[in-house]
Nanobody, 121 residues
């Protein structure tokens, strides 16, 4: 059973920074793409960043809304994924989750509890 534990959220003012962590147990992420997702109040969960593995190791991809402000990284030795968030804006407010991407050959793992990020203006 894979467990995802997100942490590092909090309340910050616009322009501030936060670093989120995601600890993964029950599976090794070194050969697994990983992503960050967020759910704003009243909205569906959306993808915001991906970190690739295998032949695409080191490659990343971002939603346009966070590109240039957020950075995804991973530490395969620690089985952890991180999200550095800079220049935060009020519309970044939401619950942040990590997970592997869903595809035709694999589905999302069970979601963790997420970590709340609140950005005030």
């Amino acid at each position: 059973q894979v467990q995802l534990v997100e942490s590092g959220g909090g309340s910050v003012q616009a322009g501030g920074s936060l670093r989120l962590s995601c600890d993964v147990t029950g599976s090794t992420i070194s050969q697994t793409a990983m992503g960050w997702y967020r759910q704003a109040p009243g909205n569906q969960r959306e993808w915001i960043a991906s970190s690739f593995s295998g032949s695409m190791s080191g490659m990343t991809n971002y939603a346009s809304s966070v590109k240039g402000r957020f950075t995804i990284s991973r530490d395969n030795a620690k089985n952890a994924v991180y999200l550095q968030m800079n220049s935060l804006r009020p519309d970044d407010t939401g619950v942040y989750y990590c997970n592997r991407p869903s595809s035709t050959i694999s589905s999302f793992w069970n979601w963790g509890q997420g970590t709340q990020v609140t950005v005030s203006s």
